[in-house]
Antibody
Framework: EVQLVESGGGLVKPGGSLRLSCAAS????????MNWVRQAPGKGLEWVSS????????YYADSVKGRFTISRDNAKNSLYLQMNSLRAEDTAVYYC???????????WGQGTLVTVSS | QSALTQPASVSGSPGQSITISCTGT?????????VSWYQQYPGKAPKLMIY???NRPSGVSNRFSASKSGNTASLTISGLQAEDEADYYC???????????FGGGTKLTVL
């Protein structure tokens, strides 16, 4: 069974940093592109970042470019999102998702809430 | 970049059919066949319901179907059931980016 479990969310002050993790199991993690998608409270979904299986290609939304860094450790079946210079508008539930290959995601974690507030 | 346009809400009675539209441009929805649909219950993660315009992943009910015409994609749910009450999001590739773009979401109410 495919499982994705996010962790690392919490309350952080504006300008602060946070590192999210996503532990994957039930599939060959190293073979898949992985995505981060976020959802602000009461709002819609937003693509955040994507990383190819071998970390050869990495993509970011304009809204996080230069502040967020996606990475993965295929040996540990883990995906990460380092978030720096956090802003109030980064407040959201962050989902880790397995890429389905057609600009979509077929498995999602339960999400981890990041709250940026003073 | 603006999200794809979806109606904020739709409703229908059990057994009826409803259609949710997703309107974009020739740079996203109309430019290729990478349109997908997700179902999301409150407090839960999204679930992929349709990919590549009209394909259903294994396990998704055949009451869910989808299509595309020009710059507008559509999701149809037939034989509405109470369990279909959820938020629905469309998503598409966009030519100007390597990441996709989502619609604003549609709340489906089963009366």
């Amino acid at each position: 069974e495919v499982q994705l479990v996010e962790s690392g969310g919490g309350l952080v002050k504006p300008g602060g940093s946070l590192r999210l993790s996503c532990a994957a199991s039930g599939f060959t993690f190293s073979s898949y592109t992985m995505n981060w998608v976020r959802q602000a409270p009461g709002k819609g979904l937003e693509w955040v970042s994507s990383i190819k299986s071998g970390s050869t290609y990495i993509y970011y939304a304009d809204s996080v470019k230069g502040r967020f860094t996606i990475s993965r450790d295929n040996a540990k079946n883990s995906l990460y999102l380092q978030m720096n210079s956090l802003r109030a508008e980064d407040t959201a539930v962050y989902y880790c998702a397995r890429d389905h290959g057609a600009y979509d995601s077929d498995y999602w974690g339960q999400g981890t809430l990041v709250t940026v507030s003073s | 970049q603006s999200a794809l346009t979806q109606p904020a809400s739709v409703s229908g009675s059990p057994g009826q059919s409803i259609t949710i539209s997703c309107t974009g441009t020739s740079s996203d929805v109309g430019g290729h066949n990478y349109v997908s649909w997700y179902q999301q219950y409150p407090g839960k993660a999204p679930k992929l319901m349709i990919y590549e315009v009209s394909n259903r992943p294994s396990g998704v009910s055949n009451r869910f179907s989808a299509s595309k015409s020009g710059n507008t994609a559509s999701l149809t749910i037939s034989g509405l059931q109470a369990e279909d009450e959820a938020d629905y999001y469309c998503s598409s590739k966009r030519s100007s980016s390597t990441l996709g773009i989502f619609g604003g979401g549609t709340k489906l109410t089963v009366l």
